[in-house]
C-alpha cells in the first residue's frame, strides 16, 4: 500500500469517528433537553380552521374548562371536549397528578345529556365534592370545588 492510501484511510477512519462522537452527543442533548416544541403559524391554524365546518359552540352556562385551584399543579387548565378526563397518577390519565393521596386512575369527569359529571374510579382514598364523598356519579355544577387527593378541581367557564 501506499502512504497516500494509508494516510486517505486514517483520515476516513477519523472523519468516522467524529460523526459517531457528533451522533452519541446529539442523542445525550435530546435525553437531557427533552422534546423540542415547535409553535405553529397562526397563518396555518387559519387556514385549517377555514377547511373544517365549525363546531358548535358551548352555551353561556356551560363550562368549558376543567381548572386545578389547590395543590401541587394550581393553575393547571384542561379544556372541555366530547371526551371524558381522567385523573390520577397513572402516565395515561388525561390529568396527571404526582400526589400520594391520588390512585393511578382516581376519578373521571365526563359529559352526559348536557352536563358535567364526577365519579370516583374505586379510589383508595375517595372522591370528594365539596364534604361529600362520592359513592355514584354526580352532576357538577360550574364552580363546585371537587378533592382528588390534596388537589382541588373546578368546572369553570
Do not use: C
Amino acid at each position: 500500500m501506499t502512504e497516500l492510501a494509508v494516510t486517505l484511510l486514517r483520515l476516513s477512519y477519523l472523519v468516522l469517528l467524529w460523526v459517531f462522537v457528533l451522533s452519541a452527543l446529539a442523542v445525550l442533548r435530546q435525553d437531557i433537553f427533552g422534546t423540542r416544541i415547535v409553535r405553529r403559524v397562526r397563518g396555518a391554524a387559519r387556514s385549517r380552521k377555514q377547511a373544517r365546518p365549525a363546531a358548535p359552540r358551548p352555551a353561556r352556562s356551560a363550562p368549558t374548562r376543567l381548572v386545578v385551584t389547590q395543590g401541587p399543579l394550581s393553575g393547571t387548565t384542561v379544556p372541555l371536549g366530547p371526551s371524558a378526563i381522567i385523573i390520577g397518577r397513572s402516565p395515561a390519565s388525561t390529568l396527571v397528578l404526582d400526589d400520594d393521596y391520588a390512585s393511578g386512575r382516581h376519578a373521571r369527569f365526563f359529559p352526559q345529556d348536557g352536563s358535567w359529571w364526577v365519579e370516583d374510579l374505586g379510589s383508595t382514598n375517595g372522591t370528594f365534592v365539596g364534604d361529600r364523598r362520592l359513592a355514584q356519579p354526580v352532576q357538577l355544577a360550574t364552580g363546585t370545588p371537587v378533592r382528588v387527593g390534596q388537589t382541588v378541581i373546578e368546572l369553570q367557564r
